[in-house]
């Protein structure tokens, strides 16, 4: 086959759903316009552990406008078979709703309100009276008792600690972040017969409808999810939550298609978040820096009922050469709600610890950052043998180095001063791995030359519906303004979660697949055909440019496809695309890989700290779209100025109550925090990784950013902070 001309892919090309956003006509969850709905409103517990004596419903239900109270007392029982298919973490069990009467977090749904209008609804949940047999809830991870560990070893690393010449004992902590998308979560649901329509917001599709069917004994084909746009989700929207599940138990006993919004407070309880961390990393070193053993001790909080658990030990095991290495990993079982991924899981948090320690050892040993970490690059993952499939990490440092301006930093800790503010730089490699699934599109061409791509993927906001038509147009050798891309429904082909920075590998491959199919399908047509001037010719000789079949060596020589397809009488040809998900991944280590710059200012009276500037060099494979990859890069750096200076959930210990859930008390980086922020992308592909030669980048822009600006913090005061958020009663 022979390769298509690439106009679309590696173009800065504007969002095809752009102007739908810009002019409010991208319908999110809650803003389809459903005939009949009525709306929702559910009664959040007030404790943070204990069981549920008594709900006095009476004066909820006198309310104008309610509808029907729904708890434990009147909710029907609901099956909940195992759901092996579902992206719910894999230990425990999952929270059943309205089933019983226990209560295992602060803010857990207890009841529902379903009334005429949104207002009924919210007042109608104020008048719920429940009254509790209340128990003292465990939410202090150093308070509580952990599970068994999950260990990784290597060497030996207690006795590579015993003979090294230069040992580290350092302990982090790393607060938990809520995820605290713009949209927030919500579900209209509706019943038909025994079947169940929901408009959620979700990242994905398949993972919901799925979950749905086993709650509520369903075939999977009688469940269909529909969810076209995503307003942010950084992960939240990873799994199916109980609010979906209460409205469309709330539909099915009322007979109504309802709607229910979480208000930002119930964000923080009725999702996931960040987990918080203690880990203790113990680093041992010959005298010029190179590694020679680690030991890790991870304590990770997790739910009660669930066991959460995310791959923060994978950059220890691998990012750097040492010979000895020990990991133990523990979930530490709290009366919380279940912690899901955010984005960079795992990767931002180790990265956070082994790049503050690694600066932190450069420090101790007079060496430059930079040259540490090129003396300690391995030659092979050593966690598992195999050879790197592109690994151009020492680029991503020569780049960043010389556009960074890094020979203006100093190694003397707070000697640059401008007035009040301490001046400092520091920096971070980052590693995150290239994750793919199994995939699926359907593509059709139609006689007049326009072509439909679907596929159950979702767009939460890095450009899914713009890159993937990229691809469409490119192996059909059509224009952008030719092909429509539809997401978001269940009713498509199925796709893999839309996280981990799997959805250009995996549903961008399967893309491809279809539109080479179906391509193929309209070239073997033309050279079979007597009446086509192809006719006769090689079909690897045969390329399409702007809809128009054409001999490579001779571009006068062809047709359209809308010739081709009214000669021979055809409405259209379609194909079903498919990957099959990791086949070099197999043999190879594939990983995508930054390394992130930080200048910032501290004052050096009050603490505050301001970041300056960034740039984040990144080795990411093919760039389907620099556009849009500059943007997920910038949206990378903002997190992680969140992550290092800022974000940090508070919870009362005394009843579990999360006292910050709310925009006001929860900071998150506004426009005054974020600096001059560049990106830079190697160009090259790996092929290896998939069909495209993507290897992933909406997770790995956030992983090393707090690192690189808590070392500039370091480089600006000579203070070593080893607990997120920094905060200024830290540095004065």
């Known amino acids: 086959m022979s390769p298509q001309p690439q106009a679309a892919v590696g173009a800065p090309l504007s969002r095809v759903d752009g102007r739908l956003k810009v002019t409010g006509k991208a319908l999110y969850a809650a803003e389809h316009d459903v005939d009949g709905t009525v709306h929702a409103a559910i009664v959040d517990a007030t404790i943070g552990r204990g069981r549920i004596r008594s709900i006095d419903t009476r004066a909820a239900e006198a309310h104008r406008g309610v509808l029907r109270v729904i708890s434990h007392r009147n909710a029907p029982r609901l099956p909940y078979r195992d759901n092996p298919g579902s992206n719910n973490p894999p230990g425990g069990r999952r929270l059943r709703v309205f089933q019983d009467d226990r209560v295992l977090f602060h803010g857990q749904p207890v009841a529902v309100v379903v009334a005429a209008t949104l207002e009924a609804a919210q007042h109608g949940a104020s008048l719920v009276e429940v009254r509790y047999d209340a128990e003292q809830p465990s939410t202090d991870m150093g308070e509580a008792t952990p599970d068994e560990p999950t260990n990784y070893a290597r060497g030996d690393a207690e006795a590579g600690l015993r003979s090294a010449a230069v040992r580290m004992d350092l302990t982090y902590r790393l607060a938990r972040n809520h995820h605290n998308p713009m949209e927030p979560h919500a579900t209209i649901a509706r019943w038909d017969g025994n079947k169940l329509t929901v408009w959620d917001k979700t990242q994905w599709v398949v993972g919901t409808q799925t979950e749905l069917s086993m709650v509520f004994d369903l075939p999977m084909d009688s469940v269909r999810v529909i969810s076209p746009f995503v307003g942010g989700g950084f992960g939240s929207g990873l799994r199916c939550w109980p609010h979906t599940v209460a409205a469309a138990v709330a539909a099915r006993e009322t007979g109504r ?23 203790r990393l113990r680093l041992g070193s010959d005298r010029r820096g ?11 909080e997790t739910s009660s ?7 923060t030990g994978a950059p220890g095991q691998m990012l750097y050469s040492m010979p000895h290495v020990s990991q133990a990993y523990r979930t530490v079982p709290l009366d919380v709600n279940t912690p899901i991924w955010m984005r960079g899981p795992g990767f931002a948090t180790g990265s956070f610890v082994i790049e503050s320690a690694m600066d932190e050892l450069a420090h101790r040993l007079g060496v430059d950052p930079i040259e540490l970490r090129r003396r300690n690059e391995p030659s092979e993952d050593e966690s598992n043998g195999l050879p790197f499939s592109t690994r151009r990490l020492r680029e991503c440092y020569t780049v960043g180095a010389r556009e960074f301006g890094w020979h203006r930093r100093s190694s003397r800790p707070r000697s640059r001063r401008e007035g009040d503010w301490l001046i400092g730089m520091g920096m971070a490699a980052g590693v995150y791995h290239s994750g793919n699934m199994e995939a699926q599109s359907r593509v059709r061409l139609d006689a007049d030359g326009t072509a439909l791509v679907e596929a159950a993927a979702s767009d939460m906001g890095p450009g ?48 491809l697949d279809g539109c080479n199919k179906v391509r193929q399908q309209a070239i073997q047509l033309a050279v079979e055909d007597r009446e086509s001037p192809l ?23 062809g047709e359209t496809y809308r010739s081709l397809l009214a000669r ?39 603490g505050l700290v301001r970041v300056r500037r960034m740039l984040g060099v990144y080795d990411a494979g093919r760039i389907i779209s620099p556009k849009l990859a500059e943007s997920q890069a910038i949206g990378g750096m903002v997190g992680g100025i969140g992550q290092a200076l800022l974000e940090h959930t508070v919870t009362d210990h005394r009843d579990g109550r999360i006292v910050n859930a709310n925009l006001a008390d929860y900071l998150v980086p506004v426009n005054a925090d974020v600096p001059d922020v ?19 980048l909406g997770e790995v822009v956030l992983v090393g950013v707090a690192p690189a600006i808590a070392n500039a913090v370091f480089n600006a005061t000579g203070r070593r902070v080893r607990e997120l958020p920094i905060t200024a009663e830290a540095l004065i």
């Not at 200012?601 to 009050?606: G, N």
């Open 568 to 606: 021979n009488n055809r409405s259209h040809l379609e194909a079903r695309g498919s990957y099959t998900g990791p086949s070099g991944t197999e043999r190879h280590s594939v990983h995508a890989y930054n390394a992130t710059f930080a200048e910032v200012a501290v004052d050096a009276a009050l």
């Open 678 to 696: 560049k990106a830079i992308y190697l160009d090259g592909e790996d092929p290896e990784a998939d069909p495209l030669g993507v290897k992933g």
């Open 257 to 279: 298609p309802v709607k229910l919004v979480l208000s930002r407070r119930q964000m923080y309880f009725g999702t996931g978040f960040r987990p918080s961390y203690e880990y």
């Open 305 to 311: 009922y669930e066991t959460f658990t995310e791959a």
């Open 535 to 557: 006719y006769g010719v090689a079909a690897d000789d045969v390329v399409v440019r702007n809809g128009r079949l054409q001999v490579k060596s001779n571009p006068a020589r």
């Open 464 to 511: 899914t519906y713009t890159s993937q038509t990229q691809v469409a147009a490119d192996a059909l050798g059509l224009t952008m303004r030719t092909v429509t891309f539809r997401l978001g429904d269940s009713l498509y082909p199925p796709t893999p979660p839309h996280g981990g920075s799997m959805t250009m590998a995996s549903v961008g491959s399967a893309v």
């Open 290 to 300: 190179r590694l020679t053993a680690a030991v890790h001790e991870m304590d990770a």
